[in-house]
């Protein structure tokens, strides 16, 4: 009897490691099957981090894991072109507002018009309509928007009073405090083709037809947004050189500036003691009657090495959802990031004082970003010497605007 007694505890034994081995392997099998969708993201390490966490969520949804990996802005761009070279791409990958159009056209991401069009109708649908416009490229769509930054105007209250209104007020104003020696910082852009773009789109203009087949700068309308826009320079005297925006603000030596969203986070940091003395407002009004102002931001889109294209397309529709916009906005004040969110209905669980979240809205609404077209990064140069040759050099608005429109024109036809 102990002989059979003791054969079964071994049998028994047997069975309880082969089982365990049989469920590791099992285990280890399920494991390697598990989908996971690399995403790179230009940006901060935190943000990376919060992405990554939101997967998890997305994991309990679908199955899909997803890991996100941050990105400088300094390597990200030849690092995307590397891995594509390389056939080394991520799934997804986020990226400056013209780059979708550039690597979509060297075949490296999905065009979206083309892969998933209702899904991506939707999406237009409810982001800003200058952001739209910026990530058409004829018709396809390469990325849609991650987040937005955009211009708007910061004012002192307790020295201006209210902001101005249109270019005739602005333009008051500086002849006022300037005879107290105070005047305007012009911060994100300034004396480039940022700077001068909501000037020229207040006047009726633009930087290329609507057919993206001719340069327009030498038209009525681009010319008087330039005389403007340099006059602030030369007649009234905002800084040609960069200034420190808090400090000049807070010290009331330029108690109004143009600058992105993000200064708002900075001042309330940098400058505590004037926190409730200063406001918002969306930029002065050209004769157009319009406010219009930049938007950028960064885009996220499939790259077309990706073997897992529809559950990248599905991560980046549930990005898109407000309620996760949400998680990514707090996440970005932690990080100091304070990129704002491009799906119109996040504004409205967006947790922000009004008297900052309307201007702002007010603004997205009414902004533009850059022309969506091919080389439009390495024509900026020419408008960019263009203005400096007329507020350093005299140059004369419409022969210098002349100049640029060649080479924008000699661009198009390469």
Not at 67 to 90: D, F, I, M, Q
Not at 199 to 219: S, V
Not at 263 to 283: F, H, Q, R, T
Request: hydrophobic fraction near 40%; include cysteine.
């Amino acid at each position: 009897m102990r002989g059979i007694e003791r054969g079964s505890a071994i049998w028994c034994l047997f069975l309880f490691f082969a089982a365990l081995i049989l469920s590791c392997l099992s285990g280890c099998a399920k494991k390697s099957s598990e989908k996971e969708i690399l995403m790179w993201l230009v940006g901060s390490e935190k943000q990376a981090q919060k992405i990554t966490e939101l997967g998890r969520d997305f994991y309990k949804e679908t199955g899909v894991k997803v890991r996100c990996e941050a990105l400088s802005w300094g390597e990200a761009h030849s690092k995307y072109l590397t891995s594509v070279v390389g056939e080394v791409t991520p799934d997804i990958g986020t990226m400056g507002l013209t780059w979708g159009t550039e690597f979509g056209n060297l075949g490296a991401m999905v065009d979206l018009q083309k892969a998933f069009p209702a899904d991506l109708k939707d999406i237009e649908d409810n982001i800003f309509p200058g952001l739209a416009e910026s990530i058409r490229y004829k018709n396809s769509v390469y990325a849609v928007p991650f987040d937005i930054s955009e211009y708007v105007m910061y004012y002192r209250i307790d020295i201006v009073g209210r902001p101005p209104r249109d270019w005739k007020e602005l333009a008051s104003l500086l002849a006022d405090l300037n005879r107290d020696g105070k005047s305007m910082i012009i911060d994100w852009g300034g004396l480039g083709w940022i700077g001068y773009s909501p000037f020229l789109w207040q006047a009726g203009g633009d930087f290329y037809n609507k057919e993206k087949t001719a340069a327009t700068l030498d038209t009525a309308a681009a010319e008087t947004g330039m005389e403007f826009f340099t006059g602030l320079y030369k007649r009234y005297g905002v800084p040609k050189e960069e200034k420190p925006v808090e400090q000049g603000f807070k010290m009331g030596d330029y108690p109004i500036f143009i600058s992105g969203n993000w200064k708002m986070k900075s001042l309330a940091d940098v400058a505590p003691e004037i926190n409730g003395k200063w406001g918002i407002s969306p930029l002065p009004a050209g004769p157009t009657g319009k406010r219009t102002g930049f938007i950028g931001g960064r885009v996220m889109g499939v790259f077309s090495q990706s073997k897992l294209k529809d559950e990248s397309w599905e991560f980046i529709k549930y990005l898109s959802r407000p309620a996760v916009q949400l998680k990514l906005y707090e996440a970005t004040l932690e990080s100091h990031d304070t990129y704002l969110p491009p799906n119109i209905k996040t504004w409205d669980i967006l947790p922000m004082d009004a008297a900052f979240k309307e201007p702002l809205k007010a603004q997205a609404m009414d902004s533009k970003g850059p022309p969506s077209l091919l080389g439009w990064d390495d024509s900026t140069r020419f408008i960019d010497t263009a203005i400096q040759l007329i507020v350093l050099k005299g140059k004369d608005v419409k022969a210098a605007l002349a100049g640029a429109n060649d080479e924008l024109n000699r661009r198009l036809r390469k």
